[in-house]
């Protein structure tokens, strides 16, 4: 979403909390197949990224406001969203089930419960689908034209609103199963967005905003130092959450732009 | 005139009815972090309010509850204690998080007005303030952790592992597991931190699988965290027991933990066999239609004190209500079988060192209690 519009939208995280609410109300509650609850909270968080960019981006964008005014109006919305789910939900966190149940599998030296394999398996399919469609599609190289120069897209014919709308509906779609992907971990609660929008933007710093393979590397050279620091660095353990953070300050020193240029 | 004469007729009635009344501030929290412990407990002193209103009240008055939500912050709370004093309550009792209950005293001290906590339990609460008009009956951290240690020393627990998480609280709880286990001469071969928001704790229990302990310390509060800490044991199908703070005696786990808590033993001051606690629980379900838990007690025990205070003092003067607070003996829901809340020799935390139980979780049912006490 960063790209064609370079708003950075610090309500990411609480999308991911929305999503993974929806999944504990269609999917815990009323007890939906997950396949069904998955495709209609994908399509309930579409809206919501449609409606978001239409009440809290589009009037300040039509108004001339600076980029920095968008992004205020979204960390706002970040508020209204994260105490919408607090008045409607008890402060509990909520169970949300597995798509494959509670279990594990060993495969040589890799292990891990059917959830991870999930979660790796579906980013995939989502970095790939992005990937094909930024680079590949005439679509996606217009919103690539809308980063470059907004006015020049424009005058070339491009409908502006209607990209952002786009990027903002499949942002937060994707924010939504990120969200779902990690609730039967972690059980959605209220408080879940920030901690996830951190991670994720770390990601995206490491890995570089102007590639879309650079949000994925970033990703998972952050997990890897996570879990590796944890797992076999001989330091004590409250240490070991301070790694990925010192990660980061290395990089914004030595390579702010991140591992991956865009391309010129 | 005529309209002169209303308003004075409506001002008289409304001093009647305020006179009518005995007024009792309540401060909680709706929005905050302590929200999950607060709002049952409240509910629980709402409750028994209505029963001691439905019985006729106290000294032939009802209770008026006047409730402020200080969404846990401490600088709030102080503020909120001023306006309930200034409202007319002779006692005020704490609902939220530790460090607002320490500032509301700073308001109550100097106004002289009887506060209580009956769920806090942090152990500074009554000995940081020489405030006469403050008391806890919440159980203290330190009984919790003791009566926790003396299980571990029963059950001759020799190599153990602890794991917390990065909060406050985890980092302070695990604080007090390590000094006594230490104490106790218990080694501990591992020790684990889960950071708040971590969406696996498989790498930390790989470390505690590795080092193969007699048993496992969870010290963590964050809800979340912890259901990570107790998924990644199911998932690595480990056999040795883990022993809990009391943190996992929150209902919540029934719901979120489902199928993940069976056999794990966790500190709390409710015992499901006590005669006063099924009694409770009875005329909850009657009066509202829903199950209480432990913490309903809390609240419930809390106005009950308050009122038993008031009846024994025979007015609602604040120094008279202090006197008779300050020397009340009295046994209510909380508490092992037997156990009565006391203040004696000055002190103002109430709460019996050996009241604490250990109980285990049976399938996905908050079970028995297996041990009493700290002895």
């Known amino acids: 979403m960063i790209r064609p519009t370079g708003i950075i939208n610090f309500a990411v995280g609480e999308w991911a909390m929305v999503g993974a609410f929806g999944g504990f109300l269609l999917l815990t509650e009323y007890e939906w197949p997950y396949p069904l609850g998955m495709a209609a909270v994908l399509a309930f968080m579409a809206f919501l990224g449609w409606a978001t960019e239409r009440i809290a981006v589009r009037p300040l964008v039509e108004k001339g406001a600076p980029l920095m005014a968008p992004i205020l109006a979204l960390l706002g919305m970040l508020v209204v969203f994260r105490e919408s789910i607090s008045v409607s939900f008890p402060p509990d966190p909520h169970p949300v089930p597995f798509p494959f149940g509670f279990g594990r599998l060993e495969w040589g030296p890799l292990g891990g419960s059917y959830q991870s394999f999930f979660i790796i398996g579906t980013t995939l399919f989502v970095f790939v689908g992005a990937w094909l469609f930024f680079e590949r599609t005439v679509a996606g190289k217009s919103f690539e034209a809308v980063a470059l120069h907004r006015r020049a897209a424009a005058l070339m014919g491009i409908n502006l609103s209607r990209v952002t709308a786009l990027s903002f509906a499949a942002g937060a779609s994707i924010a939504g199963l990120a969200g779902l992907l990690v609730s039967p971990n972690i059980s959605a609660h209220y408080l879940m967005g920030i901690p996830l929008a951190i991670q994720g933007f770390t990601a995206l710093v490491i890995g570089g905003v102007g590639r879309v393979e650079g949000a994925l590397l970033g990703g998972l050279l952050l997990a890897f130092a996570e879990q590796l620091t944890v797992r076999y660095a001989p330091i004590p353990a409250g240490y070991a959450q301070g790694v990925p953070l010192l990660l980061l300050m290395v990089f914004l020193l030595v390579r702010p732009t991140g591992l991956l240029r865009a391309r010129a | ?375």
């Open chain 2, 1 to 375: 005139m005529k309209v002169l004469a209303l308003v004075g007729a409506a001002l008289v009635a409304l001093s009647a009815q305020a006179q009518d009344t005995i007024k009792i501030g309540v401060i909680t929290d709706r929005v905050g972090v302590s929200k999950p412990y607060s709002e049952p407990s409240t509910e629980g002193l709402v409750f028994g309010a209505n029963e001691i209103n439905r019985k006729g009240g106290i000294l032939g008055k009802k209770i008026e509850l006047l409730v402020e939500d200080d969404q846990s912050r401490p600088d709030i709370s102080a503020a909120l204690a001023r306006k309930l004093i200034d409202q007319g309550v002779v006692f005020i009792l704490s609902m939220s998080l530790t460090p607002a209950t320490q500032q509301q005293q700073t308001v109550t001290m100097e106004a002289k007005t009887p506060q209580m906590t009956p769920m806090n339990s942090g152990d500074t609460l009554t000995t940081q303030l020489p405030n006469p008009y403050f008391w806890q009956t919440g159980p203290l951290g330190s009984i919790q952790i003791a009566t926790l240690l003396a299980h571990a020393r029963a059950k001759n627990l020799k190599r153990v592992s602890l794991i917390t998480d990065n909060s406050d609280l985890g980092q302070l709880i695990a604080r007090f597991f390590r000094s006594g286990l230490e104490k106790s001469g218990i080694q501990i071969v591992s020790e684990e931190v889960v950071p708040r928001g971590a969406t696996t704790a498989e790498p930390q229990m790989q470390k505690i699988r590795a080092a193969n302990p007699d048993a496992l310390f969870l010290a963590g509060v964050l809800t979340a965290e912890n259901v990570l800490i107790l998924r990644a044991y199911r998932q690595f199908g480990l056999k040795f027991p883990i022993h809990s703070s009391y943190n996992l005696s929150v209902p919540v786990y029934l719901t979120v933990g489902k199928g993940l808590v069976d056999g794990v033993t966790f500190v709390d001051a409710y015992d499901p066999d006590k005669p006063e606690v099924r009694e409770f629980e009875a005329a909850y379900r009657k009066a509202t239609g829903k199950d209480p838990f432990n913490m309903h007690g809390y609240g419930y025990d809390g106005i009950m004190l308050v009122a038993e205070a008031i009846k024994k003092a025979g007015s609602t003067d604040k120094e008279k209500i202090r006197e008779a607070m300050q020397s009340l003996t009295y046994q209510g829901v909380m508490g092992a079988k037997g156990m009565k809340y006391s203040f004696p020799e000055g002190k103002r935390a109430g709460f019996d060192p050996n009241g604490m139980v250990v109980r285990v979780y049976e399938g996905d049912k908050q079970g028995r209690v297996v041990y009493t006490g700290q002895k």
